[in-house]
């Protein structure tokens, strides 16, 4: 049972507390709600923008990451299309330097010429390195405008393309900063061993006197239901031929999405899962493969994507993978195989939540949620799947109507 706190400023500022006696290191997390999906179709990679710019400096203070260092700290973020995340790990007698830092870079950005052309040519050098330059950089980028024709989730967090980063305008930049970076539009969480009433009096004596903002109330087009297979065939410098069939499945707080996960790690979380055994080890059609889930809070993906093995064509595999496919609908897994599967969600679960920084992390992601105290149902909801479940929802999200697939062909393998 994950233990916290949770109370909110004046200025709309959500804050949870837990506290954590086995450590001397303390978390500031910061997470706002504003991710790729609340950006215009015109203005893309805004958000992962943000992330860079955040650490530009503030009128205050001119570099960021300098202060945290003396004070022992370390320091990250990262963007997805739901949010942005924003961390600090430090000693837990320094945290002020942490909140002196985050509480004010969230008062007062520095918006400088400067600042916004170093952080635009970093973007851009990332969208080319490892996106464009890289062997299977772009699936992202073909991928979700097969997958997604209206929901904003049809972009990648690095943008839809270069240009619109290139093009980004101070007053751009400054609106974006106003409508999205806000105490009403954030959530922090404090982690270590603090008393509550202490990281109260800290919180407010940082935060107190933010402009609340306005909360950003999105209103996004809803993604049509898929009726209709989808296929897309690039052509890539890459070493073998991939496949990435892409599953649409609920969002995040679907009574099935923690089932749908677990149908996931059968299909293709490791070596013994359904697909490796038959695909890879028995039929030897594949080097590689393996299935996840984007875990999006709007409608998601069930991915399973791979290599090939030299000399065998996409219509053998497919032929072979819709048949497993099909053998999985109708052959409920047994109980010995959901034990296994079960055992390792257990096993990784409670190694991700031996560490500090990831409690605090889940603890935002669930209070965004709306309803934080599912992060402590999370582990009887996964007890109480039964194989019976896996096989409802397999019928369910594995149909060929709702899946979209894309080939990646090797240019030498062209015909």
Same mark, same amino acid.
């Given at each position: 049972?994950?233990?916290?706190?949770?109370?909110?400023?004046?200025?709309?500022?959500?804050?949870?507390?837990?506290?954590?006696?086995?450590?001397?290191?303390?978390?500031?997390?910061?997470?706002?709600?504003?991710?790729?999906?609340?950006?215009?179709?015109?203005?893309?990679?805004?958000?992962?923008?943000?992330?860079?710019?955040?650490?530009?400096?503030?009128?205050?203070?001119?570099?960021?990451?300098?202060?945290?260092?003396?004070?022992?700290?370390?320091?990250?973020?990262?963007?997805?299309?739901?949010?942005?995340?924003?961390?600090?790990?430090?000693?837990?007698?320094?945290?002020?330097?942490?909140?002196?830092?985050?509480?004010?870079?969230?008062?007062?950005?520095?918006?400088?010429?400067?600042?916004?052309?170093?952080? #635009?040519?970093?973007?851009?050098?990332?969208?080319?390195?490892?996106?464009?330059?890289?062997?299977?950089?772009?699936?992202?980028?073909?991928? #979700?405008?097969?997958?997604?024709?209206?929901?904003?989730?049809?972009?990648?967090?690095?943008?839809?393309?270069?240009?619109?980063?290139?093009?980004?305008?101070?007053?751009?930049?400054?609106?974006?900063?106003?409508?999205?970076?806000?105490?009403?539009?954030?959530?922090? %969480?404090?982690?270590?061993?603090?008393?509550?009433?202490?990281?109260?009096?800290?919180?407010?004596?940082?935060?107190?006197?933010?402009?609340?903002?306005?909360?950003?109330? #999105?209103?996004?087009?809803?993604?049509?239901?898929?009726?209709?297979?989808?296929?897309?065939?690039?052509?890539?410098?890459?070493?073998?031929?991939?496949?990435?069939?892409?599953?649409?499945?609920?969002?995040?707080?679907?009574?099935?999405?923690?089932?749908?996960?677990?149908?996931?790690?059968?299909?293709?979380?490791?070596?013994?899962? #359904?697909?490796?055994?038959?695909?890879?080890?028995?039929?030897?059609?594949?080097?590689?493969?393996?299935?996840?889930?984007?875990?999006?809070?709007?409608?998601?993906?069930?991915?399973?994507?791979?290599?090939?093995?030299?000399?065998?064509?996409?219509?053998?595999?497919?032929?072979?993978?819709?048949?497993?496919?099909?053998?999985?609908?109708?052959?409920?897994?047994?109980?010995?195989?959901?034990?296994?599967?079960?055992?390792?969600?257990?096993?990784?679960?409670?190694?991700?939540?031996?560490?500090?920084?990831?409690?605090?992390?889940?603890?935002?992601?669930?209070?965004?949620?709306?309803?934080?105290?599912?992060?402590?149902?999370?582990?009887?909801?996964?007890?109480?799947?039964?194989?019976?479940?896996?096989?409802?929802?397999?019928?369910?999200?594995?149909?060929?109507?709702? %899946?979209?697939?894309?080939?990646?062909?090797?240019?030498?393998?062209?015909?």
């Amino acid at each position: 049972m994950l233990k916290y706190d949770r109370f909110t400023l004046e200025n709309g500022l959500t804050v949870l507390f837990h506290k954590d006696t086995t450590t001397p290191l303390a978390v500031v997390n910061t997470l706002y709600d504003v991710g790729a999906r609340d950006e215009s179709e015109d203005k893309t990679g805004f958000a992962h923008l943000f992330e860079h710019l955040m650490f530009g400096g503030s009128i205050n203070i001119e570099d960021f990451d300098s202060p945290l260092q003396l004070a022992g700290g370390e320091n990250n973020a990262f963007t997805s299309n739901d949010i942005t995340n924003y961390y600090d790990v430090l000693p837990a007698n320094n945290i002020e330097t942490a909140l002196w830092l985050e509480s004010d870079r969230m008062l007062s950005l520095a918006f400088t010429e400067k600042s916004l052309e170093v952080q #635009r040519n970093v973007v851009i050098e990332e969208f080319k390195q490892r996106y464009l330059n890289q062997p299977y950089g772009d699936v992202w980028l073909e991928l #979700r405008p097969l997958v997604y024709k209206t929901h904003p989730y049809k972009w990648a967090t690095i943008g839809k393309e270069l240009s619109h980063i290139e093009d980004a305008t101070m007053s751009d930049v400054k609106a974006f900063f106003k409508k999205h970076y806000s105490p009403a539009n954030a959530i922090l %969480c404090i982690a270590g061993n603090f008393e509550l009433d202490e990281v109260k009096a800290l919180v407010q004596k940082w935060y107190g006197e933010i402009p609340a903002g306005i909360k950003y109330n #999105r209103n996004l087009i809803k993604e049509a239901k898929q009726t209709e297979f989808r296929e897309k065939v690039i052509e890539r410098e890459v070493p073998a031929n991939a496949f990435y069939y892409a599953f649409k499945m609920p969002d995040r707080l679907h009574p099935d999405f923690f089932t749908i996960d677990t149908l996931s790690d059968a299909l293709g979380r490791d070596k013994s899962s #359904r697909l490796y055994l038959s695909l890879k080890k028995e039929l030897n059609l594949v080097s590689s493969i393996s299935a996840y889930i984007t875990g999006s809070i709007d409608e998601g993906l069930l991915v399973i994507s791979g290599k090939l093995n030299d000399g065998v064509s996409f219509d053998t595999f497919d032929n072979a993978f819709w048949n497993e496919l099909d053998a999985f609908k109708t052959n409920a897994i047994s109980t010995s195989e959901l034990e296994k599967i079960m055992n390792k969600i257990r096993t990784s679960k409670e190694f991700e939540d031996m560490g500090i920084l990831n409690r605090a992390m889940n603890l935002c992601s669930y209070e965004l949620l709306g309803d934080i105290s599912l992060i402590n149902k999370e582990s009887e909801i996964y007890n109480n799947i039964t194989a019976d479940d896996i096989q409802r929802v397999a019928k369910s999200v594995l149909q060929k109507s709702c %899946c979209s697939l894309l080939k990646v062909k090797a240019k030498e393998n062209v015909k």
